[in-house]
C-alpha cells in the first residue's frame, strides 16, 4: 500500500501562484510514476501532469503545459506541482496518484490520496 496525503490547497486570485505538495509513505516511492489530477465541480476526473520514477520524464495537459511544473523528491517522498498564471478554469479539487507506470487515465491510477481544492477567483 501506498498512502497519499495532498497539501498546499487555497484561494489565491487569478494569475496568482501556488505549489502543491503529495507526499507518500508505505511502498519505496521511487517506484511509482507520480501525477497529478483534478476534479472541477460536475466534471470529470482530468490529468493535468505525471513525473516518471526518476524525474526525467514529465508529462502534461495542454490547458496547463507552460505554466505548471511538476517536480519530485525522492529522498523527501514528495512530489509538487507549482502552478503559476492560475486561472479561474484552474479551480478544482487537486488529487495525487501513483502508478508504476505513466499513465494519463484516472481509472488505470493504484493509489490516490484525497485531495487538496484549489480556488482561483477572477
Known amino acids: 500500500q501506498v498512502q497519499l496525503v495532498e497539501s498546499g490547497g487555497g484561494l489565491v486570485q487569478a494569475g496568482g501562484s501556488l505549489r502543491l505538495s503529495c507526499a507518500a509513505s508505505g511502498r519505496p516511492f521511487s517506484n511509482y510514476a507520480m501525477h497529478w489530477f483534478r476534479q472541477a465541480p460536475g466534471k470529470e476526473r482530468e490529468f493535468v501532469a505525471a513525473?516518471?520514477?526518476?524525474?526525467?520524464?514529465?508529462y502534461y495537459a495542454d490547458s496547463v503545459k507552460g505554466r505548471f511544473t511538476i517536480s519530485r523528491d525522492n529522498a523527501k517522498n514528495t512530489v509538487y506541482l507549482q502552478m503559476n498564471s492560475l486561472r479561474p478554469e484552474d479551480t478544482a479539487v487537486y488529487y495525487c496518484a501513483a502508478r508504476t507506470l505513466y499513465r494519463r487515465n484516472a481509472n488505470d491510477m493504484d493509489y490516490w490520496g484525497r485531495g487538496t481544492l484549489v480556488t482561483v477567483s477572477s
Open positions: 513525473v516518471s520514477w526518476s524525474e526525467y520524464s514529465t
